[in-house]
């Protein structure tokens, strides 16, 4: 069903990168920041959740917490950048700006969906994801425009995640089928702003935009890189492990 799987690809970004960000908790570089990232992490798994229910109701057969904890790799289709490994602090603001810019953009526009269900999650979760931005974005500029070392290693931050960037404008069949219905958003229309917020941020922190490459690709199909099995491993245990426990 082509409107379960869109929903699926939404949820697996949010939850994948909640996941990776719930584990800067009690490891932050201040407090006030270690606190920061966990309720980032909390908006993620929240909106996960409001989608991964709908994505129940939408397959009849599935819990929400089926589908967070029960599918293995190549059946999740989460943006590949949310996988990518924490890194330093520098490593986990670039990949959090990064998708918080594309996040604003998409929901601004899912949030006119024509799917009500979609519709709402859109304009709710848009509420947390200005304050990602906001978040992100100031500590981008922070580290860019600050000391020669900070500078030097968001920069390559910058370098090393950026061929993870292209998969945000991508469209395939089911994509196209969503926009035409009106369900859907049109994710090519968003890269110019996209470009916009971008290159005006990089450009008032002082770091150089990467050259557009070689861009990685293949999370609408379920192909994702080394990363994502070992994050699932942890994810996972507890529910696979003890199947039927309640609590």
């Given amino acids: 069903m082509d409107l379960l799987k869109y929903t699926l690809r939404i949820a697996d970004s949010s939850i994948i990168l909640g996941q990776r960000l719930s584990s800067w908790c009690s490891k932050g570089p201040t407090l006030e920041e270690d606190i920061a990232l966990s309720n980032l992490s909390l908006d993620l798994f929240g909106q996960a959740n409001s989608l991964l229910e709908y994505a129940s109701e939408l397959d009849g057969t599935k819990s929400a917490d089926d589908f967070a904890f029960k599918r293995n790799e190549r059946e999740f289709y989460n943006l590949q950048l949310t996988e990518q490994l924490n890194g330093h602090f520098g490593d986990t603001i670039v990949r959090h700006f990064f998708f918080s810019v594309y996040s604003f953009l998409f929901y601004s526009k899912l949030s006119n969906s024509k799917d009500e269900t979609l519709a709402a999650i859109a304009a709710k979760s848009l509420k947390e994801i200005k304050y990602h931005l906001t978040h992100s974005k100031s500590w981008v500029i922070r580290l860019g425009d600050g000391t020669e070392e900070s500078n030097k290693r968001i920069q390559k931050s910058l370098n090393d995640l950026w061929q993870f960037t292209g998969e945000f404008f991508e469209m395939d069949d089911i994509d196209q089928k969503m926009y035409k219905e009106g369900?859907?958003?049109?994710?090519?229309?968003?890269?110019?702003?996209?470009?916009?917020?971008?290159n005006t941020t990089l450009k008032e922190s002082n770091l150089i935009r990467p050259e557009?490459?070689?861009?990685?690709?293949?999370?609408?199909?379920?192909?994702?890189?080394?990363?994502?099995?070992?994050?699932?491993?942890?994810?996972?245990?507890?529910?696979?492990?003890?199947?039927?426990?309640?609590?």
């Fill in 183 to 198: 369900i859907g958003v049109n994710n090519s229309s968003l890269k110019s702003e996209w470009d916009k917020i971008v």
């Fill in 212 to 247: 557009d490459g070689h861009m990685q690709s293949g999370s609408k199909n379920g192909m994702h890189t080394e990363h994502l099995g070992h994050l699932l491993s942890e994810m996972q245990f507890l529910p696979r492990a003890y199947p039927d426990a309640e609590w």
